[in-house]
């Protein structure tokens, strides 16, 4: 774990200073945006937060008489109080919203100390709702949260402790906090380097903070995710479906941070109004414009989703199919009923290095362990982005994957194009020699010339398993949406490393695939 941490932590570092750059060179575009408006007024507040703590906020409120329905919205990671006060203005401006744009505690002009989206930020957000309907002309039945990434998780989360929060929009967030940092017993070293730097960079880590970070370093993960349960929407859905709360979630594709399978999970566990969007790009790298005012096509789906569930507008959002999915690689928005529309199967079978479609025994294929290949999964906040402005996907040359370190699998040249959508499952035996291993799938488009474009990937560690002793692999990769071309085809490849990820995998181990 030092040997990745070491390689990993300068980019991660440089990574970090661009994003945190980004915002700001968008925010003096978008300036001439947020200077006063005509019938607004704009004030900065200290609002009094749990226990004294004050916290930084922007309130921009309809100069006109209300009652307004309020937004309050909780400022990203790292991010100031004025994150969202392009947003609040167009909100305040086109839907007569009286919003509030706050900065967590621990970062940015709020005080007190960074708590990971424990108690004391949800009692946050609750006091800011109580400072909202005291000091603003506001109507208490009409009160909606919306934030990105942080901001998305503290909104869930305090919904799901206060049956006024009617409506949410989560941008980029999380619902189950272990199942993304931690995906299937495999550390996204390069997310939580990122995140541990960030919070340290620009706020002041809290108890809770520093306990993980203290956990983290020394190996002990299981200790440091005993804070997880208590801080992801998924463990309150029932409360969520008690009080009704209207949800709308969206996310991208390749979010190296929050992965969009537990939101795919989570919004199948809603049993209230409920919206899912997934859409190509990286890390909040989609949302973060409309946060400052410019034009962006989730902010706009959030804005209808307000208009309708707080001010009773009928603009068709509620007669849409909720599930909304843009395929990575092009195309226009795909519009499904439910996720299990979306997640269409097709059964084929892993052979002696092929896809077929019908079973294949009596094969078998070992690797050596511990050695990385060219496939990967690319470098957070980038890749993503890449993809989704450049249509540049994590690439590989299919050839030069070595078959000594990677099990390699191609399926069938289509003669169509083929649309590819939902969650692909792989299921192999697998046969390690080592107690614990670190598998890799990545699933390619492979055009022609063997150039294989990334679709989707997932890491997995298999712990104290039984060396030589097979065992059944069963993984659910991230969903995706992809348009396969004519004349290209899938390729499956498994390995035992990548630079996203720590690996239990061991030079001189082996892994056997097999039928």
């Known amino acids: 774990m030092r040997r990745w941490r070491a390689m990993v932590l300068p980019m991660v570092m440089g990574l970090l200073a661009a994003l945190l750059a980004a915002p700001v060179a968008a925010a003096a575009v978008a300036e001439p945006q947020a200077g006063p408006q005509p019938g607004l007024r704009t004030s900065y507040e200290r609002i009094p937060g749990h226990g004294g703590v004050e916290l930084g906020a922007f309130v921009v409120t309809p100069i006109r008489p209300g009652p307004h329905p309020l937004l309050v919205m909780p400022a990203s990671w790292t991010m100031p109080s004025a994150e969202y006060l ?16 706050y900065a ?8 007190g100390e960074i708590e990971v989206a424990g108690p004391e930020d949800i009692a946050d957000a609750r006091r800011v709702i109580d400072w909202g309907l005291a000091n603003r002309r506001t109507d208490p039945a009409k009160i909606g949260m919306a934030g990105i990434s942080y901001g998305a998780g503290i909104s869930l989360l305090t919904a799901a402790e206060d049956d006024r929060v009617r ?16 995906p299937n017993e495999t550390i996204n070293v390069q997310a939580a380097e990122m995140l541990l730097a960030a919070g340290k960079l620009t706020g002041r880590p809290g108890e809770a903070l520093r306990y993980i970070e203290e956990e983290y370093r020394k190996g002990n993960i299981e200790a440091a995710l005993q804070l997880a349960p208590e801080r992801s929407a998924a463990t309150k859905i029932d409360k969520l479906n008690a009080n009704g709360t209207s949800i709308m979630l969206a996310n991208a594709w390749q979010d190296g941070i929050f992965p969009p399978d537990q939101y795919a999970e989570f919004f199948t566990g809603l049993h209230t109004p409920k919206r899912l969007m997934f859409y190509p790009g990286d890390h909040g790298t989609q949302d973060a414009p409309g946060a400052l005012g410019l034009p962006n096509e989730i902010w706009d789906n959030t804005n209808r989703w307000f208009d309708h569930h707080l001010r009773g507008e009928d603009n068709g959002v509620d007669t849409e199919n909720p599930v909304q999915l843009k395929p990575s690689n092009g195309g226009d928005w795909l519009g499904y009923p439910d996720w299990n529309a979306a997640d269409r199967q097709r059964t084929m079978y892993l052979g002696d290095g092929e896809i077929r479609d019908e079973p294949a025994s009596g094969w078998q294929h070992t690797i050596d362990a511990g050695e990385d290949t060219v496939a990967g999964s690319g470098t957070i906040m980038t890749s993503g982005l890449l993809l989704a402005t450049l249509k540049l996907p994590v690439g590989v ?3 030069l994957i070595d078959r000594s370190k990677a099990g390699v699998w191609a399926g069938p040249v289509p003669d169509t194009d083929t649309l590819l959508t939902g969650t ?19 699933l390619y488009d492979t055009g022609p010339a063997g150039d294989g474009a990334l679709i989707t990937h997932k890491p997995v560690t298999l712990r104290d398993a039984e060396p030589g002793e097979p065992q059944r ?12 071309p004519a004349g290209h085809h899938l390729t499956l490849v498994l390995d035992t490393m990548d630079p996203r990820y720590t690996s239990e995998s061991a030079r001189g181990s082996t892994v056997t695939f097999g039928s």
């Open 86 to 101: 392009g947003a609040a203005k167009k909100l305040a401006a086109s839907g007569g919203y009286a919003v509030i744009s």
């Open 104 to 111: 967590a505690r621990g970062f940015g002009d709020s005080g």
């Open 167 to 182: 409506s949410v929009s989560a941008m980029s967030g999380w619902a189950d906090l272990a199942r993304s940092l931690y």
């Open 397 to 399: 040359a299919v050839p």
């Open 424 to 442: 692909p499952r792989l299921k192999v035996t697998v046969t390690p020699s080592a107690p614990d291993t670190s598998l890799f799938a990545y």
């Open 473 to 484: 692999l069963d993984l659910a990769l991230d969903p995706m949406a992809w348009n396969l």
